[in-house]
């Protein structure tokens, strides 16, 4: 059953939250708080016709060069040169041919000119993945773009005729722009607007945008708002919504200011925060109910920051009839990929769990018979520059992820493989480079969100709403192709 309605977005739903607003005066952020944990949702469909998109967010900027590596032998020559590496020897930040063989991937399709790319080393558990079961697909070159663009056009300057998403290369705007298609102060996220077409079909709508990482803008919709749980679980409301323990070693003083923070009011505003109270202390008793125990020892990592968050996702999707919800947006992330220094040292680990994480948290969804349902994809600031200084690399543009699910066509690799070059001078003959090997991206983050959000059931004609440069894709400019659906989801 479609659990999207287009008929919810009405003239009826916009009077109505403007009242609600106009009420609240200039709280805007506590009027929407109001509104959205008040929403009347339809009963949802029967059966479990359930779906989820999860976000791994790679905060900091993961370097692409050296996560899907190119091994071909002409581009990997290439590659070592440009990266200080002399082959097999090693040397600056190349990643030596040979410690490559067991993370090569064979896709069913073979790449053309012969191009061939392995995963780094540390990602043998997504590696392998990709080659067992066939659930895992590589997106290459993807990263925030308004239209085509090409080399030359990027350098003419001309940002009315040939324009680029703003402030690039910065790490708080980019994270923004990927998440929402805007820089810093951005309100609303492409997952937020997901979930706003979603709210309908759940009954629990204040469960359908969940985040295990704190706030993202990502997960902001115009009516959902996202409802942030930690890896231990809900967030109580100390010595209110906490039903053990007291409170300064009485049991009375706590019944007393439970009782105090939840009566009901005589005064409108009084009135709306004791709702608030009483809606949050509901809420963190329900989401401590959906989770129930944890999962066996070894069905995660340990000692893995996002494993955990993951496994508390998991937890909430095995929960998912108690809390009402048929179609859910996660948000999880990860930090420390800002590698200027240290890439050789400090990579490796970060790779190693995010590909242990993501390969964990897709084996729960089989066992739960989910697999086909919930979809898992990263994301990041932005790649990183191919040129290398010292030990590091710089702020890049595009950049290569992972997508894992089920339902996605995998043991694949999709986009255009880019030429391994630095590209600093106009004159170079490689057009997808800005300089320094920043890779211009040949897939815009509007047509990587609007495959997924596809499959999860949002209709074509809405997906332009949702995504507000897709209207500029579905075409073919300067040699390639921008197609709306990337085709990487069943």
């Known amino acids: 059953m479609h659990l999207i309605d287009p008929a919810r977005h009405t003239r009826r739903a916009f009077l109505r939250r403007s009242g609600q607003l106009a009420m609240a005066g200039t709280a805007l952020p506590f009027a929407l708080n109001l509104a959205t944990m008040g929403e009347a949702a339809a009963q949802a469909a029967s059966g479990d016709d359930y779906k989820a998109l999860v976000c791994v967010f790679l905060y900091g900027g993961n370097d692409y060069a050296n996560t899907v590596v190119t091994y071909d032998t002409d581009s990997y020559g290439k590659y070592s040169q440009i990266r200080g590496g002399n082959g097999d020897a090693g040397g600056g930040i190349a990643i030596p041919r040979a410690q490559l063989l067991p993370t090569l991937l064979a896709p069913t399709q073979a790449l053309p000119g012969g191009r061939q790319y392995a995963l780094h080393p540390s990602m ?69 607007n997901i979930g706003d077409l979603v709210l309908s079909g759940n009954t629990g709508a204040l469960f359908t945008c969940m985040s295990v990482a704190g706030n993202a803008v990502f997960l902001s919709g115009d009516r959902a708002l996202q409802y942030q749980v930690g890896t231990g679980g809900a967030v109580r409301i100390y010595s209110v ?13 706590k019944a007393a200011m439970q009782q105090l923070a939840q009566q009901s009011r005589g005064h409108t505003l009084e009135e709306e925060y004791s709702k608030v109270v009483r809606r949050a202390v509901k809420a963190e008793g329900q989401v401590t109910a959906a989770i129930q125990s944890d999962f066996p020892a070894g069905a995660f990592p340990a000692n893995n920051g996002l494993a955990s968050q993951l496994k508390m996702v998991a937890r909430l999707i095995r929960g998912r009839a108690s ?16 590698l200027h220094d240290s890439l050789i040292a400090n990579q490796p680990g970060l790779m190693q769990r995010l590909s242990d994480a993501m390969a964990a948290f897709h084996r729960q969804m089989a066992a739960l018979g989910l697999a086909e349902q919930v979809t898992a994809f990263t994301a990041s600031d932005f790649g990183r520059t191919l040129s290398y200084n010292s030990d590091g690399s710089d702020h890049g543009w595009g950049g290569h992820h992972f997508v ?37 991206p040949t897939t815009s983050v509007d047509q990587y969100a609007a495959t997924l959000a596809r499959w999860f059931g949002v209709p074509d004609s809405q997906l332009d709403e949702i995504l507000p440069n897709l209207k500029n894709f579905g075409r073919t400019a300067n040699g390639i192709a921008y197609p709306r659906n990337v085709g990487f989801m069943a």
């Open 323 to 338: 809390l009402g919800v048929k179609r859910q947006v996660f948000f999880v992330s990860m930090g420390g990929f800002d």
């Open 124 to 192: 043998t558990a997504l590696a392998d993945l990709f080659h067992g079961e066939g659930k895992v697909a590589v997106q290459l070159n993807v990263g925030p773009l308004i239209a085509p663009i090409t080399r030359a056009q990027y350098d003419s300057g001309n940002r009315k005729a040939w324009p680029v998403p703003p402030k690039l290369f910065s790490h708080n705007d980019q994270q923004s722009v990927w998440q929402s298609s805007s820089p810093e102060g951005s309100t609303v996220g492409w997952g937020g």
């Open 404 to 440: 894992v699910g089920g339902a996605v066509k995998g043991r694949a690799i999709y986009g255009t493989p880019p030429p391994v070059s630095i590209g600093n001078t106009a004159a170079d003959a490689d057009q997808w480079h800005v300089g320094q090997g920043r890779l211009l």
């Open 241 to 253: 919504g906490d039903n053990t323990g007291n409170l300064f070693g009485s049991d009375t003083v």
